[in-house]
């Protein structure tokens, strides 16, 4: 099964210039999201991983089912206001602007693996941004996980101190 048949482009969104990849059509496949789920363990090649760091908020789909899989941990990295707890900051840029990203400040312990999951690696703010989050707990990042990544966009220089795993590259 090819999982880029249930990806689709939707232009100008969410501003004018951007084209937006859109994972509605595989997460309403049973299929398509079984096939996406062992594509994206397989990256992870039998590493032992104490928590999945979902990026929200299309992190937190296939980062519950990876986290599920490998008997780990999910912590949500949200938007700022979102978590309960206190939480550590990281602002970051993306392609259309800039925003904060917030972790609870306990939800990862010095020294536990860490697998890093986003739907997408575009400039790779958000997910730099993720790493940094992780750091300032402790964690050991042993991979940053992706479904796809936008290739001209660069992102992967950010994360060049991590391994960086993707399924799908346009």
Known sequence: ??????????????????????????????????????????????????????????????????????NAGFVPIRKPGKLPATTHKEPYSLEYGMDVLEMHDDAIKKGERILIHDDVLATGGTARAACNLV???????????????IDFLEGRKKLSQYTVASLLHY
């Open 1 to 70: 099964m090819n999982i880029s048949e249930f990806i689709r482009d939707i232009k100008d969104f969410p501003k004018e210039g951007v084209v937006f990849k859109d994972i509605t059509r595989l997460l309403s496949s049973v299929e398509a999201t079984k096939e996406c789920l062992k594509q994206l363990l397989e990256q992870i090649d039998g590493e032992k991983i104490d928590k999945v760091v979902g990026i929200e908020s299309r992190g937190f789909f296939f980062g519950m089912l990876l986290a599920q899989h490998l």
């Open 135 to 149: 750091k300032k707990c402790g964690g050991e990042i042993v991979q940053c996980n992706f479904i796809m990544e």
